[in-house]
Nanobody
Framework: QVQLVESGGGLVQAGGSLRLSCAVS????????MGWFRQAPGKEREFVAG????????NYADSVKGRFTISRDNAKNTVYLQMNSLKPEDTAVYFC????????????????WGQGTQVTVSS
């Protein structure tokens, strides 16, 4: 069974940066597409960024393009989300996700979820 352990969330000022990490157990990590989703109070969980199993292809929500970067280190079984130029509207619980087939961009395309980590951006 695959388990995801997230870290790196916290409280930052607007314009600041955070890097989220997601360590994935098991030997399936290197062959699985990964993604990050987030959920703000009163809103549905939404897609943020995705990355192919090789790391060669990435996708981003329009709201984070140019500010966030997803990457992975298969040797460490870890996926990252570098978040720069953070805005108060980025405040949400961020979830790491393993895709069931390709890059997960919808909730139904996620096979495994992390526990979520809170990101709060103050103004």
């Amino acid at each position: 069974q695959v388990q995801l352990v997230e870290s790196g969330g916290g409280l930052v000022q607007a314009g600041g940066s955070l890097r989220l990490s997601c360590a994935v157990s098991g030997r399936t990590f290197s062959t699985s597409a990964m993604g990050w989703f987030r959920q703000a109070p009163g809103k549905e969980r939404e897609f943020v960024a995705g990355i192919s199993w090789s790391g060669g292809s990435t996708n981003y929500a329009d709201s984070v393009k140019g500010r966030f970067t997803i990457s992975r280190d298969n040797a460490k079984n870890t996926v990252y989300l570098q978040m720069n130029s953070l805005k108060p509207e980025d405040t949400a619980v961020y979830f790491c996700a393993v895709g069931s087939l390709g890059v997960p961009r919808e909730l139904r395309q996620v096979r495994y979820w992390g526990q979520g980590t809170q990101v709060t951006v103050s103004s």
